[in-house]
C-alpha cells in the first residue's frame, strides 16, 4: 500500500460547480498536511496547509483534515476556468523528513 | 510571480554535455531543494541543503552533482545524463521549519531535454 494515494483524474466539471478533491494515507504519524496547484509547465504552488485535524477555509478553498480515518480533502467553491490545474496533496512527518505527495488530481473547469 | 528563480527556463543538451541549473531566492530561506518531475508524475525529492550544508542526497546517480556557493544560491551540475534524465527540475526553499511543515516556495523549474 502506497503512503499517499490520491485519485489522478482528471475530473472535469462546469464553470460553478463544487469541486471535491481527495487522498488517503496510510502513515499515522503524518501531522502536516497540504494541497499545492500546479499548472501546466509550471512549478507547485502552496495553496493550503493545515495541521493536524480540523478545516481550514481561504476564500474559495477548504482544506479539511480527518486523521482518524487518514483521509483530506480539499474543496473549491464556484469553481472557475482559472482553477483548471493539477492538484497535488501532500503530507509530512515532523522531524526533518521528506515531503510524500500523491500523484495529483488534474482538474478541468469548463466555461 | 514566483520569488524563487530558475535558470535556464528550458535546456536541451547532449549525453557528452556539462551543463547546470541555477536556482536562486531572496527571502531569507536557509534549506533549499531540488526534484524532479516527469510528466504527470508528482515531484520527486533529489537533494535538501540546510544552512548551505547537504542534508539529503535521496540516492541520486553521480551524474548530478548539486552545490549550494551560499543562502541565496542552489546550483544542480549535470553531466553525462541519459535520455531518461529528461524531465522538469524543480528548486524550492523553505524557513528551516519547512523541513518539518512541508511550507514549500517553488521555482517555475528548468526543462530539460537529454538527446
Known amino acids: 500500500q502506497k503512503e499517499v494515494e490520491q485519485d489522478p483524474g482528471p475530473l472535469s466539471v462546469p464553470e460553478g460547480a463544487i469541486v471535491s478533491l481527495n487522498c488517503t494515507y496510510s502513515?499515522?504519524?503524518?501531522?502536516?498536511f497540504m494541497w499545492y496547484r500546479q499548472y501546466s509547465r509550471k512549478g507547485p504552488e502552496l495553496l493550503m496547509y493545515?495541521?493536524?485535524?480540523g478545516n481550514k477555509e481561504d476564500g474559495r478553498f477548504t482544506a479539511q483534515v480527518d486523521k482518524s480515518s487518514k483521509y483530506i480533502s480539499l474543496f473549491i467553491r464556484d469553481s472557475q476556468p482559472s482553477d483548471s490545474a493539477t492538484y497535488l496533496c501532500?503530507?509530512?512527518?515532523?522531524?526533518?523528513?521528506?515531503?510524500?505527495f500523491g500523484k495529483g488530481t488534474r482538474l478541468s473547469v469548463i466555461a | 510571480d514566483t520569488e524563487v528563480t530558475q535558470t535556464p527556463k528550458h535546456l536541451v543538451m547532449g549525453m557528452t554535455n556539462k551543463k547546470s541549473l541555477k536556482c536562486e531566492q531572496h527571502m531569507g530561506h536557509r534549506a533549499m531543494y531540488w526534484y524532479k518531475q516527469k510528466a504527470k508524475k508528482p515531484p520527486e525529492l533529489m537533494f535538501v541543503y540546510s544552512y548551505e550544508k547537504l542534508s539529503i542526497n535521496e540516492s541520486v546517480p553521480s551524474r548530478f552533482s548539486p552545490e549550494c556557493p551560499n543562502s541565496s544560491l542552489l546550483n544542480l551540475h549535470l553531466h553525462a545524463l541519459q535520455p531518461e534524465d529528461s524531465a522538469l527540475y524543480l528548486c524550492?526553499?523553505?524557513?528551516?521549519?519547512?523541513?518539518?511543515?512541508?511550507?514549500?516556495?517553488f521555482g517555475e523549474g528548468s526543462r530539460l531535454t537529454v538527446l
Open positions: 524550492a526553499s523553505s524557513q528551516p521549519r519547512g523541513r518539518d511543515t512541508g511550507e514549500l516556495f
Open positions: 493545515t495541521y493536524s485535524s
Open positions: 502513515n499515522s504519524a503524518f501531522q502536516y
Open positions: 501532500a503530507m509530512v512527518r515532523a522531524g526533518n523528513t521528506p515531503l510524500v
